[in-house]
């Protein structure tokens, strides 16, 4: 399989450049600057990062294979110019944001197909004043003379050609991955679904896996790829946490028993909501639910004879955004998918899409032909609505919120809205306010209602419902749900936000 390694130094932009290369149909992985090169490669692309070369402890590169195509990108273009002797200046002027690039060697096949002149996005303080000997500039802006440049074979940018919204910088990554490295763009959800099914054959053989399925889209293309290889080896179980969507435990275990699954329902919502009593933490909420889920299906396992496996649906932004990848890369989240299992749990761990996006995954559950109904449902998160209710948790306001959100959710699919968003829910907010109801005053919660548009989670923008809908589902949710009084529309996108709230 062709593979193209990014090396991050703690970009912002570096899951971008994964993005770019994903959508060309070309596998690539995400290590972190510490970590030595150890695997074959196409291609090498040296992430940005908020580091300074001129910093004494600046992020260093592992050592390069040789004969590898390079692509460097803003501080992993600074830091190969200053190995190789190079004079890097901190710029009187900082450059951020949009600008003009001048090609000065269109011939370059790194830029075919790109115009001489095209708008690129800039994101730095520092700026390679003098190139190395047997460097060539081929690239400047108004600002930076070296904007890019190249050395035996190399392809080095001052810029950042994966942001999505500059004009031509998916064309130049796409001609790095496919024509300087040659990979041949064939990792598609047909290959990966066929590749993944012959790799857990062989890792699992006749061995026993138990998967906990949430009814997502994430859980169950994982839990059919392990069906279609180890047959009814595969034991499933349905978790109710209490903290799931209303009706949301017989439905879904119904649809999964109608896909042939060997499934059993489990109803644990008292020991979750137990455990979660008093807590109102995000973190700490997660880590609770995290050690249930892995508490249930370990006394789960114990029924069936010769278990040794546990499979997860874990993807890629899981583990992105759990665990630092790069040195200056922070945890946003933890994710109760990632990081590892208790020592006493006794089962190993397989997880076939831990290295896929959110889009890729569907892409593979059309390949094992999955129902609509399935991969259009929108993304709901591991521990439910626990983190859609901002406080502590109690039977009372998880009631309210449960109500509020399937009268949100079943408006969007009358009103024909569902599969126009990528993902929506209702969040009960710790707060009351005053209210006026049947000429007396109210003192109620309040309910946010997020809808969000996104490709695979990892950036999302707020989703410009009409505002007829809007009013609508507001006086449903105030008229009919008990406890609610006032109802608003969260406008914020990711970043800065988060999609969900905790």
């Given at each position: 399989m062709d593979t193209i390694l990014i090396i991050d130094f703690g970009s912002q932009y570096t899951k971008l450049i994964a993005r770019c290369v994903r959508e060309q149909n070309v596998y690539c992985e995400i290590v972190p600057y510490s970590k030595p090169i150890s695997k074959e490669v196409k291609g090498i692309i040296l992430s940005g990062g908020p580091s300074s070369v001129l910093d004494a402890n600046a992020p260093k590169a592992p050592e390069l294979p040789e004969g590898v195509p390079l692509l460097a990108i803003c501080y992993g273009a600074q830091l190969l110019a200053s190995e190789k002797g190079g004079i890097i200046e901190a710029s009187s002027t900082s450059e951020y944001g949009r600008t003009m690039l001048e090609i000065k060697d269109v011939s370059d096949p790194l830029f075919a197909g790109v115009p001489s002149s095209s708008e690129v996005w800039m994101s730095h303080s520092d700026s390679i004043s003098t190139l190395p000997k047997g460097f060539k500039s081929i690239a400047s802006t108004e600002r930076v003379a070296n904007a890019a440049y190249r050395v035996c074979g190399q392809n080095i940018f001052q810029f950042h050609p994966e942001v999505q919204h500059k004009e031509n910088g998916?064309?130049?990554?796409?001609?790095?991955?496919?024509?300087?490295?040659?990979?041949?763009?064939?990792?598609?959800?047909?290959?990966?679904?066929?590749?993944?099914?012959?790799?857990?054959?062989?890792?699992?053989?006749?061995?026993?896996?138990?998967?906990?399925?949430?009814?997502?889209?994430?859980?169950?293309?994982?839990?059919?790829?392990?069906?279609?290889?180890?047959?009814?080896?595969?034991?499933?179980?349905?978790?109710?946490?209490?903290?799931?969507?209303?009706?949301?435990?017989?439905?879904?275990?119904?649809?999964?028993?109608?896909?042939?699954?060997?499934?059993?329902?489990?109803?644990?919502?008292?020991?979750?909501?137990?455990?979660?009593?008093?807590?109102?933490?995000?973190?700490?909420?997660?880590?609770?639910?995290?050690?249930?889920?892995?508490?249930?299906?370990?006394?789960?396992?114990?029924?069936?004879?010769?278990?040794?496996?546990?499979?997860?649906?874990?993807?890629?932004?899981?583990?992105?955004?759990?665990?630092?990848?790069?040195?200056?890369?922070?945890?946003?989240?933890?994710?109760?998918?990632?990081?590892?299992?208790?020592?006493?749990?006794?089962?190993?761990?397989?997880?076939?899409?831990?290295?896929?996006?959110?889009?890729?995954?569907?892409?593979?559950?059309?390949?094992?032909?999955?129902?609509?109904?399935?991969?259009?449902?929108?993304?709901?998160?591991?521990?439910?609505?626990?983190?859609?209710?901002?406080?502590?948790?109690?039977?009372?306001?998880?009631?309210?919120?449960?109500?509020?959100?399937?009268?949100?959710?079943?408006?969007?699919?009358?009103?024909?809205?569902?599969?126009k968003v990528w993902q929506a829910g209702a969040i009960l907010l710790p707060i009351k306010s005053v209210g006026v109801m049947g000429d007396e005053r109210t003192y109620e919660y309040t309910i946010a209602l997020r809808a969000v548009n996104s490709i695979d989670g990892m950036t999302a923008d707020w989703a410009r419902l009409p505002y007829d809908f809007l009013a609508k589902i507001s006086g449903d949710i105030i008229n009919k749900v008990k406890g609610v009084n006032r109802v608003v529309y969260d406008i914020s996108s990711k970043p800065p936000s988060t999609i969900e709230w905790e």
């Open positions: 998916a064309e130049i990554i796409k001609n790095f991955i496919l024509d300087i490295c040659g990979c041949d763009g064939t990792w598609t959800g047909e290959n990966f679904a066929e590749s993944t099914i012959t790799a857990l054959k062989k890792q699992l053989g006749n061995d026993k896996v138990v998967m906990g399925l949430s009814g997502g889209v994430d859980s169950t293309v994982a839990a059919t790829l392990l069906q279609k290889a180890i047959g009814d080896n595969l034991h499933c179980i349905f978790v109710d946490s209490g903290l799931l969507r209303k009706n949301e435990f017989e439905r879904v275990l119904e649809q999964y028993k109608g896909l042939g699954f060997n499934i059993s329902g489990v109803r644990a919502g008292d020991k979750f909501l137990a455990d979660l009593k008093g807590v109102s933490d995000p973190e700490t909420k997660r880590k609770i639910i995290g050690r249930d889920f892995v508490e249930v299906f370990t006394e789960e396992a114990k029924k069936i004879k010769g278990v040794s496996w546990l499979g997860q649906g874990t993807i890629y932004p899981d583990v992105i955004e759990s665990s630092p990848v790069g040195g200056a890369s922070v945890c946003i989240k933890s994710h109760h998918n990632v990081g590892g299992l208790p020592a006493n749990l006794h089962l190993k761990l397989v997880e076939p899409i831990r290295m896929l996006f959110k889009d890729e995954v569907r892409k593979v559950g059309v390949a094992l032909g999955l129902p609509d109904e399935i991969l259009s449902r929108h993304p709901f998160p591991g521990p439910g609505l626990a983190i859609r209710l901002i406080g502590e948790i109690t039977p009372e306001k998880l009631s309210i919120l449960q109500e509020a959100d399937a009268i949100y959710v079943e408006g969007l699919r009358e009103a024909g809205l569902y599969n």
